[in-house]
């Protein structure tokens, strides 16, 4: 039985979904400040795509052709 899950679809590279761009999250890092002389939260944007797991089913599911025979 044929099922569809990441593990053989063609999106899947490396653990990361390839199916959609990357998903931009913004992440709020402390940095130094020069005139307060203190730490201030600065927005730090990160761009990832999601992780997934070979056992996870795929909505957008395609077969990974191989060109390896």
């Given at each position: 039985?044929?099922?569809?899950?990441?593990k053989?679809?063609?999106?899947?590279?490396?653990?990361?979904?390839?199916?959609?761009?990357p998903?931009?999250?913004v992440?709020?890092?402390?940095?130094?400040?020069?005139?307060?002389?203190?730490?201030?939260m600065?927005?730090?944007?990160?761009?990832t795509?999601?992780?997934?797991?070979?056992?996870l089913?795929?909505?957008?599911?395609?077969v990974?052709?191989?060109?390896n025979?």
């Open positions: 039985m044929n099922f569809a899950t990441c053989t679809c063609k999106y899947k590279i490396d653990s990361e979904c390839r199916r959609y761009p998903q931009v999250s992440v709020m890092m402390p940095v130094r400040n020069v005139l307060t002389k203190g730490p201030t600065q927005p730090n944007p990160v761009c795509f999601p992780m997934v797991e070979d056992d089913y795929c909505g957008e599911y395609e990974k052709i191989s060109l025979a």
